[in-house]
């Protein structure tokens, strides 16, 4: 198709099929159902009212402690106004979604990859896929700095940036039959752009993959309890596989009640288990023996059938996930905790923090990732999410919606990490070359970084300990046993005491590693499908995905690749998660820029209508360029040696080379030079290929605006013969003409699910 249609041209011929109600809500209900009523404007004022108390009590009028409170009623207020306000800009002027054209779900239905998808389970899914670690680690290692500057990014940063990608690379994937972000390049950017952007995704899933399964290594190594209740998470799992697709399918409820009572047993039977000698024996596992264990799960459960393993965690995941999200929201407004920790502290400053470095601006920002912009979801946004989409207005939902969600994720575990004391955050979060890994040495370290009011003792890391049942928290780096923490002691204040502490801390390590894993073998399964798709364009085979030993191949490839990486991050003597994380969060923020590039280029070429909007997309692409491309530079060329790569690198040669053995053993020391070599290596090629790629974006762009373009690259428009509502909660109008079809329905014998008689 060359040129945009009017909005409808080409699907208006299903309004007019006299043998079927209307497909789409008529534009004059559409406003209708907008009109402004006095009822609205009050409720949308205290909406604006509440959210500027909220922020005026955080960014302004704050005493010694600001109540945790205001961090709920700030996150929930802002979403609300930009999902009502801004997310509508974004459909009425850049993505004109027309639901009188069928989507691709609709025209390839095949009962595998193109399905129709209620849109509330469609969020579910894709909740579920994009929420993987990142949420959870990046505004855990980022409260460092204090709590107001991550506070500001996760929030603000996710309507402006993160769920504006998330939104438009689904709308504009799904124009296009479901093509991935790599081929969307391709075809938008031609072959120097396409190849660059095709490469660097390849390579930063990678990243991707090693550091969500660093993140369940460091949260479950040593933690008898922990590898327990997750080891069970696989047959349950399983079980619930078999159960939906021979005892009883379509019971999607039923299952999930059974598999949360499971989960339930296997917290409460770790605890028993890790109790006695033989569990203790059994699940006492090292650090290293975990990494292999995840590496030969990646790989098995990346060649299972889709609905074996995958699709049942995904219901339990996303259960989780969301549950225990809004029950801490609750329980944080029910108990109020003061937070003691500053808005800044001086690590903002000086770059120089112990747990991450590098200055506030750009770090703050490559560190959060996830939670307020990542280059991660465009890969499921142009994955398996866009083939399911049963109308066009549900992309504002699912898009923008479901990254709402994951912000308020975000901002949840920021408030977790921040809720407990400062000395233990530190001591907890530091690698063990700093404190020792032993309560006596960590407090030592943590005293002599002068903090404020923070005077840590050895019983309050050995009683912590012992109130969640573990061994030891000095240097549990990863962010996952911090919020687990967190949630533990905001949940205990509730009801139970510190007597269910254990409880609520594994029951936090065991939601966070079960969805963890979960995008551990989503994202090795989608790094597989863009290998197989690159290496099919040389050997065409590859690109049947039933063609098994295509399958293993690049499947064993892809878990080669983020394995290598995982094994470097759980031998890093400086604590493998300290130094990754800024990797991962630097190339997931590369992802993001190449993403927001194709869209900014895909718009251009959308005709003169659209150019004057083009700033909603280079906004927040130019922002991520420079956050990005200066992380990288300072990654890269920083000549002090916690900062820069090489810098590191060198320093820990020369002690090599003059035999110094201040930093460590010679063990030590080789793991660091090769760690530090790898980490440089890679961040030169990423900001070389996204800097290509947004060369080649700027340039299409500007060429398309010279000659008033209207190539829109998207596949021809076909006629709609269903109707579904837009949003979580349906319109007077949607639910009027959902009556219509369910009477023709009756009537006909034809159901929209099966679209036959």
């Known amino acids: 198709m060359t040129s945009i249609p009017a909005a409808g041209d080409g699907a208006r011929a299903a309004e007019k099929a006299p043998d079927i109600p209307p497909v789409a809500v008529p534009e004059a209900e559409l406003k209708r159902d907008a009109r402004w009523t006095p009822l609205r404007i009050v409720v949308w004022a205290a909406i604006a009212l509440l959210g500027g108390v909220a922020w005026t009590m955080l960014a ?36 004109r979604p027309d639901d009188r054209r069928a989507t691709p779900a609709e025209i390839r239905d095949d009962g595998k990859d193109y399905v129709p998808t209620d849109r509330r389970v469609l969020f579910g899914h ?38 504006v990608q998330d939104y438009t690379v689904l709308f504009f994937s799904m124009r296009r039959g479901g093509r991935s972000i790599g081929q969307m390049a391709r075809d938008v950017l031609g072959k120097v752009g396409g190849t660059a952007a095709i490469i660097a995704s390849l390579l930063i899933m990678i990243i991707i993959v090693a550091i969500l399964a660093l993140v369940v290594v460091n949260a479950l190594g040593e933690s008898p309890w922990g590898v327990f209740s997750v080891a069970m998470t696989l047959p349950i799992a399983i079980f619930m596989g078999l159960y939906l697709r021979f005892l009883r399918p379509g019971r999607i409820t039923e299952v999930s009640l059974i598999g949360f009572v499971l989960l339930i047993a296997a917290i409460i039977g770790g605890g028993v288990v890790a109790g006695t000698e033989w569990g203790q024996a059994m699940f006492h596992l090292d650090r290293s023996v975990i990494a292999w264990g995840i590496i030969i799960y990646g790989f098995i459960a990346a060649i299972l059938p889709v609905w074996l393993l995958l699709a049942p965690r995904d219901y339990l995941s996303t259960f989780m996930k969301i549950g225990v999200i809004v029950m801490l929201a609750a329980a944080i407004v029910i108990v109020r905790p003061e937070i003691t920790v500053p808005a800044f502290t001086d690590f903002a400053f000086t770059g120089l923090g112990p747990v991450f470095s590098g200055p506030l601006f750009p770090f703050l920002f490559v560190t959060i990732a996830c939670g307020a912009l990542s280059g991660f979801h465009a890969l499921i946004s142009s994955g398996t999410t866009p083939k399911m989409v049963e109308k066009e207005r549900q992309t504002r939902f699912i898009g923008y919606g479901g990254m709402l969600m ?18 233990i955050y530190f001591a907890m979060n530091a690698p063990t070359a700093l404190t020792g890994g032993t309560p006596e040495d960590a407090v030592a370290f943590v005293n002599s970084l002068g903090l404020t009011g923070v005077q840590l003792t050895p019983d309050m890391l050995t009683s912590t300990a012992a109130a969640v049942g573990e061994e030891t928290i000095i240097s549990r780096t990863g962010g996952a046993p911090t919020l687990a923490l967190g949630l533990a002691h905001i949940m205990q204040q509730i009801g139970g005491g510190t007597a269910l502490m254990g409880f609520w801390y594994h029951f936090a390590i065991m939601f966070e590693a079960l969805f963890i894993l979960t995008a551990v073998d989503a994202g090795t399964r989608v790094a597989r499908f863009m290998l197989q798709d690159s290496i099919g364009a040389w050997v065409p085979k590859f690109r049947d995905i039933s063609w098994r030993p295509g399958v293993w191949i690049c499947t064993a490839i892809m878990v080669a690749g983020w394995g290598y990486i995982l094994i470097l991050g759980v031998t890093d003597p400086l604590g493998g998660i300290n130094t990754f994380f800024p990797l991962f969060g630097i190339a997931n923020q590369l992802l993001a820029a190449i993403a927001l590039a194709v869209v900014f ?31 990288s530079m300072y990654k ?84 709609s013969r269903r109707f579904a509502p837009a949003g979580l909660i349906t319109t007077r109008s949607e639910r009027e003409l959902e009556a219509r079809w369910q009477v023709y329905e009756a009537e006909s014998g034809i159901s929209r699910e099966s679209g036959h008689h």
């Open 406 to 423: 994951e912000s308020f994720v975000a901002i949840m575990a920021l408030v977790a990490a921040i809720s407990i004391d400062q000395g």
């Open 636 to 719: 890269i060329f920083s000549p002090v040696p916690a900062i820069g790569y090489w810098a590191n690198n060198a320093k820990y040669r020369s002690a090599e080379a003059a035999g110094d053995g201040s930093l460590g053993t010679p063990e030590m020391v080789e793991a660091v030079i090769r760690n530090t070599a790898v980490q440089g290596t890679l961040s030169i090629i990423f900001v070389v290929l996204t800097i290509v790629v947004i060369i080649v974006a700027a340039g299409s762009a500007i060429m398309s605006i010279r000659r008033h373009a209207t190539d829109d690259g998207e596949d021809a428009p076909v006629p």
């Open 601 to 631: 280029a895909i718009v251009a070429k959308r005709g003169p209508s659209y150019v004057r909007w083009l700033w909603i997309i280079g906004v927040p692409l130019a922002f991520t360029a420079v956050i990005t491309i200066t992380a």
């Open 60 to 95: 302004f009028i704050r005493g010694e402690t600001v109540n945790a409170i205001w961090f709920v009623f700030a996150s929930v207020c802002t979403y609300l106004i930009g999902y009502r306000f801004y997310s509508k800009v974004i459909e009425k002027y850049i993505t």
């Open 126 to 163: 894709h909740f579920a896929a994009i929420a993987g670690a990142g949420p959870l680690v990046g505004p855990v290692l980022a409260a460092q700095m204090g709590f107001l500057p991550g506070t500001i990014w996760i929030i603000v940063g996710v309507v402006l940036a993160g769920a």
